[in-house]
């Protein structure tokens, strides 16, 4: 089985910076790519960003210029760091992240969330 684990989450005033972590373990063959949705209270889940095995990157444009996505390959891991924050990037922030389970078979696994909360 695989598991996503996402940290890093928490509170932080307006201008802040948060890093947040994305760890997948279990057994897997690959990972296609890796990334982040989020959730606001009363609105649907929403893209942020994502990053391929080949190292392209896509980020939803509310949040270009301020998020970074990053990638440990030999951790299984991805970072978003997110800097310049404010109030409408308060959500649950879900790391998804695209494995190779059995050749060729690639599906989504998600993370529990993590909660960001920009408020002064």
């Known amino acids: 089985q695989v598991q996503i684990v996402e940290s890093g989450g928490g509170l932080v005033q307006p201008g802040g910076s948060l890093r947040l972590s994305c760890e997948a373990s279990?057994?897997?063959?690959?990972?296609?790519?890796m990334g982040w949705y989020r959730q606001a209270p009363g609105k649907r889940r929403e893209f942020v960003t994502t990053?391929?095995?080949?190292?392209?990157?896509n980020y939803t444009d509310s949040v270009k210029g301020r998020f970074t996505i990053s990638r440990d390959n030999t951790k299984n891991t991805a970072y978003l760091q997110m800097n310049s924050l404010t109030p409408e990037d308060t959500a649950v922030y879900y790391c998804?992240?695209?494995?190779?389970?059995?050749?060729?078979?690639?599906?989504?696994?998600w993370g529990q969330g993590t909660q960001v909360t920009v408020s002064s």
């Open positions: 998804v992240a695209v494995i190779e389970t059995t050749p060729f078979d690639y599906e989504n696994h």
């Open positions: 279990g057994r897997m063959i690959s990972i296609l790519s």
């Open positions: 990053l391929t095995r080949s190292g392209m990157t």
